[in-house]
T-cell receptor, first 114, second 116 residues
Framework: EAGVVQSPRYKIIEKKQPVAFWCNPISGHNTLYWYRQNLGQGPELLIRYENEEAVDDSQLPKDRFSAERLKGVDSTLKIQPAELGDSAVYLC????????????FGPGTRLTVT | AQTVTQSQPEMSVQEAETVTLSCTYDTSENNYYLFWYKQPPSRQMILVIRQEAYKQQNATENRFSVNFQKAAKSFSLKISDSQLGDTAMYFCAFNRPYRGNTPLVFGKGTRLSVIA
């Protein structure tokens, strides 16, 4: 079974530029999470999807961040414009809606804003 | 709100020895899960072990075991026979799956180095 796939693995951009991250969850997982992990910290939730619906986006900086999950499968997280403080690792995770609801993580995208 | 605290930013252990990583948490919930995740330099977050709060028996996975003290809100990880491949960041995390797919709340992590 394929795991959670994320791309790109690394991205370096100048401030004020746009950037997008892509995530493909494990097949059949209806819940998808985007976490941000700052250097030396644990991950923190940005947004959670149940199928196509964003059910928890209270921590998403909506002035510059946006996300979508078309057809309840793949998801894209966008930042426009990027700021220096956005440099971090962006992790995607997915889980089933029942059972232990264990979250499976992708390898993350390391963003560096210069 | 739930919080998770890991008071040891860095630890080291000799290969084949035993090491214990500490974690405390704060919640008003009675039913929840606690986790230890391993994050090697590759950044892939890997589940090491899970403990369900209603279970009194401490979880064990091969060389990894936990000491879960519910009243004290303590959840430590013991790694026995440490191996070089255990070198990684270790995160303690909390979640309330009985309330649906809630996000994980992580501690700040402990960097473990296993020395040959």
């Amino acid at each position: 079974e394929a795991g959670v796939v994320q791309s790109p693995r690394y991205k370096i951009i100048e401030k004020k530029q746009p950037v997008a991250f892509w995530c493909n969850p494990i097949s059949g997982h209806n819940t998808l999470y985007w976490y941000r992990q700052n250097l030396g910290q644990g991950p923190e939730l940005l947004i959670r999807y149940e199928n196509e619906e964003a059910v928890d986006d209270s921590q998403l900086p909506k002035d510059r961040f946006s996300a979508e999950r078309l057809k309840g499968v793949d998801s894209t997280l966008k930042i426009q414009p990027a700021e220096l403080g956005d440099s971090a690792v962006y992790l995607c995770a997915s889980s089933l809606a029942s059972g232990t609801r264990e979250q499976y993580f992708g390898p993350g995208t390391r963003l560096t804003v210069t | 709100a739930q919080t998770v605290t890991q008071s040891q930013p860095e630890m080291s252990v000799q290969e084949a020895e035993t090491v214990t990583l500490s974690c405390t948490y704060d919640t008003s919930e009675n039913n929840y899960y606690l986790f230890w995740y391993k994050q090697p330099p590759s950044r892939q977050m890997i589940l090491v072990i899970r403990q369900e709060a209603y279970k009194q028996q401490n979880a064990t996975e091969n060389r990894f075991s936990v000491n879960f003290q519910k009243a004290a809100k303590s959840f430590s990880l013991k790694i026995s026979d440490s191996q070089l491949g255990d070198t990684a960041m270790y995160f303690c995390a909390f979640n309330r799956p009985y309330r649906g797919n809630t996000p994980l709340v992580f501690g700040k992590g402990t960097r473990l180095s296993v020395i040959a």
